[in-house]
């Protein structure tokens, strides 16, 4: 069972599907506490809305009895707010510890059972949130951004990414100065220029974007790349602990390459998981990629959320 709904953030509304246990639905008799369900709460990674590709793992969570908050952030697909394609790594984390307010507060969930999955640019910030949240139990972070700074190093050549700072130097004189709003392609073929700048990025996105009815824009503002390129979401990987952690890389993703992750994993405290899929970036999406991914995902949330 699902409902669209959506909640306030920053005096904002986020658009939300919220998933329930179909034995909530039948009127299942149970006792008061079992009524509540441990829940999960997801976004989506860099300029990308919560149509594409992760209606799927919400319901393949639902099924074996969790409850499930997906949101888009801020200005982002179905929710509101100026400018459109605006994705700042602060605001974002403030939309997801909103999400979980709004999740705490459903009746159908337990709120001292939350955890967080996050892909991509949002496993950055489920580390951040497992980090500094305590109401956050566990994490499941999938290709996650772990170190924007040292990922871009090794995704682009150093004249590229000097042209790239020189571009996003003098937007910032042009925003100062005129309040203008400008953007950059989030894919793109192979050739053309864009944020995403792997082939797989461009076939993903051109195979998922018809899911979105339309919401889903090609762009992000030049603001929100110079946010990225600096993105740490821990600094003090340290505080993480005693949240159990579990991480899932692609051995061939290039757009959040598994050997920073491998560094995070090897400095994390126990309990951590480590699960490497043979794909990229997208890998975890379909096929044997999917299956594996899921269903790692949901042994680490029942083992984690599920018990007492």
């Known amino acids: 069972m699902q409902r669209r709904t959506s909640f306030e953030s920053k005096g ?168 203008e709003v400008s953007y950059f392609p989030l894919v793109a073929p192979p050739g053309q220029p864009s944020f995403l700048v792997t082939p797989d990025a461009f076939a993903w996105v051109e195979s998922t974007k018809s899911a979105s009815e339309g919401r889903w824009k090609n762009r992000l503002t030049f603001e929100s790349i110079e946010h990225c390129l600096y993105y740490e979401p821990v600094p003090h990987l340290e505080a993480i602990f005693p949240t159990p952690l579990c991480l899932i890389v692609g051995e061939k993703d290039f757009l959040a390459t598994a050997e920073l992750t491998t560094s995070v994993y090897a400095r994390a405290m126990e309990p951590k998981s480590f699960t490497i899929l043979k794909g990229g970036h997208f890998d975890g999406f379909e096929g044997e990629g999917f299956e594996i991914a899921s269903t790692t995902a949901l042994k680490w949330f029942e083992k984690y959320l599920k018990q007492g």
């Open 12 to 179: 904002l509304k986020c658009s939300v599907t919220f998933y329930t246990p179909d034995q909530i639905a039948s009127g299942v008799s149970c006792a008061r506490r079992r009524h509540h369900f441990p829940a999960i709460v997801m976004a989506h990674g860099i300029g990308l809305i919560k149509e594409m590709g992760l209606p799927q793992f919400a319901e393949f969570f639902v099924q074996s009895r969790f409850v499930v908050s997906l949101f888009d952030y801020r200005y982002l697909g179905a929710s509101e707010g100026e400018p459109r394609g605006q994705m700042l790594p602060t605001e974002q984390q403030e939309d997801y510890r909103n999400a979980i307010n709004w999740t705490q507060l459903q009746s159908e969930v337990d709120p001292e059972r939350i955890g967080l999955w996050g892909f991509s640019y949002s496993g950055g910030h489920v580390l951040h949130l497992a980090a500094f949240d305590p109401r956050v139990k566990v994490i499941v972070a999938q290709m996650p951004t772990v170190n924007a700074f040292l990922n871009s190093r090794r995704l682009v050549s150093p004249l590229e990414l000097d042209e790239l700072t020189k571009l996003l130097s003098q937007d910032r004189i042009k925003r100062y100065q005129t309040g």
